[in-house]
């Protein structure tokens, strides 16, 4: 059974930094892209960034973070995380990490969410003063 867990979502004021974690179990890490999305209140699903398996070497970022978050994968943990720094109130959403074995391989960026096949259950990030 797949499953992918996010953790170290939280509260934290405008500049400032959050690290979030995505476990994954079940899977053998190093063959899959890691993707990382967000959906804000009322808002739909928007993708963040991504990382491609290990052989491919490639990230994206949405342009609206890029320059401020940075994806990076543990294969031996299995995990990946996403650093984001410089936060920003429009960056408040519940964040998603989600693996699939083919997309953000080909420098097409996450190609949006809905063909990842696995998901995490989200952890809720808040920017605030």
């Known amino acids: 059974q797949v499953q992918l867990v996010e953790l170290g979502g939280g509260l934290v004021q405008p500049g400032g930094s959050l690290r979030l974690s995505c476990a994954a179990s079940?899977?053998?890490?190093?063959?899959?892209?890691i993707g990382w999305f967000r959906q804000a209140p009322g808002k739909e699903r928007e993708d963040v960034s991504c990382?491609?398996?290990?052989?491919?070497?490639?990230?994206y970022y949405a342009p609206s973070v890029s320059g401020r978050f940075t994806i990076s994968r543990d294969d031996a943990k299995s995990t990946a995380f996403l650093q984001m720094a410089n936060l920003k109130p429009e960056d408040t959403a519940v964040y998603y990490c989600?693996?699939?074995?083919?997309?953000?391989?080909?420098?097409?960026?996450?190609?949006?969410?809905?063909?990842?096949?696995?998901w995490g259950q989200g952890t809720q990030v808040t920017v605030s003063s």
């Open positions: 989600a693996a699939d074995l083919f997309l953000c391989n080909s420098g097409r960026g996450t190609e949006g969410s809905s063909r990842w096949d696995y």
């Open positions: 079940g899977i053998t890490l190093e063959h899959y892209s």
């Open positions: 990382i491609s398996s290990t052989s491919h070497s490639y990230t």
